[in-house]
């Protein structure tokens, strides 16, 4: 079963930037559709981008974060990247990476740990 672990969340100052990084250990993620989550402070989760498995590779993005997050793929660490550009308090929450259906924001299993990501003044 895929298990993710993502990393490289933490606390900036609006307008900053963050790279988050989703890695599952012993899978190689070329495989799948993975999409990038988020759930703020008393609020269900939401796509926040996806990038389609190797062969297709397309990228989604949410309104909000158009402009603003790159998604890509690094085959050589096996991880899948989260660019996150002139960062606003409402980016604020916990990231999850998870396999997904991009068009639907359909995401599969259990969510991870999640990585935190504060951004205040």
């Known amino acids: 079963q895929l298990q993710f672990v993502e990393s490289g969340g933490g606390l900036v100052e609006p307008g900053g930037s963050l790279r988050l990084s989703c890695a599952a250990p012993?899978?190689?993620?070329?495989?799948?559709?993975i999409g990038w989550f988020r759930q703020a402070p008393g609020k269900e989760h939401e796509g926040v981008s996806c990038?389609?498995?190797?062969?297709?590779?397309?990228?989604y993005y949410a309104d909000s974060v158009k402009g603003r997050f790159t998604i890509s793929r690094d085959t050589a660490k096996n991880t899948i990247e989260l660019q996150m550009d002139s960062l606003t308090p409402e980016d604020t929450g916990v990231y999850y990476c998870?396999?997904?259906?991009?068009?639907?924001?359909?995401?599969?299993?259990?969510w991870g740990q999640g990585t935190q990501v504060n951004v205040s003044a």
């Open positions: 990038i389609g498995d190797g062969k297709e590779g397309s990228t």
């Open positions: 012993g899978f190689t993620l070329s495989y799948y559709a």
């Open positions: 998870a396999a997904a259906i991009c068009s639907s924001w359909y995401s599969f299993g259990s």
